[in-house]
């Protein structure tokens, strides 16, 4: 006897829609949890901790390099000899126009920290 040659294209067909359901259920789950995280303001830390000045900096090696010598944007390593600390956080949240540098990576008692921080690097 010969078998029907339409019957595995048929289980494949079916296989695939069921995979197509289950990962839509799964994304519109997670589609509910990232807007309800977006309403209750992202994660949050623990009420008034603030993130280390080292942390804080990860998001800066992108242009300023991994040791903050420099990379597409100048280096800080030496940064507190150049600007006191009230302008490196002026420049944290306003950025410096005309430049690459944006304004408000970093806000509120990060922005203090970090400008601290950076004071410090002589």
Known sequence: MKRNPVIPYAIIAVLGI????????????????????????????????????????????????????????????NVGSKYTQEEIHDIIINGIEGTAMPGGLVTGEEAEALAAWLAEKK
């Open 18 to 77: 069921l995979t197509m359901i289950v990962l839509s259920i799964v994304g519109l789950n997670q589609q509910q949890q990232i807007e309800q995280a977006a309403e209750n303001g992202g994660e949050q830390t623990e009420e008034g901790q603030v993130m280390e000045p080292e942390e804080i900096a990860q998001s800066c090696i992108g242009c300023h390099g991994g040791d903050l010598a420099g990379g597409s944007a100048p280096g800080l390593q």
